[in-house]
């Protein structure tokens, strides 16, 4: 499966920003989504992670009550909804998915099999 991640863009402290990621075929609506994102000098990070069948959800403590990531299997989308934004949340956002997962509260980066391109999110203070 294909992955096209969009929605990036500059924004202001405290705005908000939706990223879409889009799944290249139906059967993406039964794999693990999740969002990562990587800073300038940074390694790779988990933002966000949801089941396939959206019931469950994990967030990275930075981010929690602020971001929410969410599913529309109909149209084979995850989405990562980003309020409040700060500075430090600057990075590439990487959209990721796979077909066997099923703790994703402890799942790595490695064990993701499919990858979007990344978008670029910039906050400025």
């Known amino acids: 499966v294909q992955l096209q991640a969009s929605g990036g863009g500059l924004v202001q402290a405290g705005g908000s920003l939706r990223l879409p990621c889009v799944g290249s075929?139906?059967?993406?609506?039964?794999?693990?989504g999740a969002w990562f994102r990587q800073a300038s000098g940074k390694e790779r990070e988990l933002v966000a992670a949801?089941?396939?069948?959206?019931?469950?959800?994990h967030y990275a403590d930075s981010v929690k009550g602020r971001f929410t990531i969410s599913r529309d299997n109909a149209r084979s989308t995850v989405y990562l909804q980003m309020n409040s934004l700060v500075p430090e949340d600057t990075a590439v956002y990487y959209c990721?998915?796979?077909?066997?997962?099923?703790?994703?509260?402890?799942?790595?980066?490695?064990?993701?099999?499919?990858w979007g391109q990344g978008t670029l999110v910039t906050v400025s203070s």
């Open positions: 990721a998915a796979d077909p066997k997962l099923l703790l994703i509260s402890t799942a790595q980066a490695s064990q993701y099999s499919y």
């Open positions: 075929r139906r059967t993406f609506s039964v794999y693990a």
């Open positions: 949801i089941t396939w069948s959206g019931s469950t959800t």
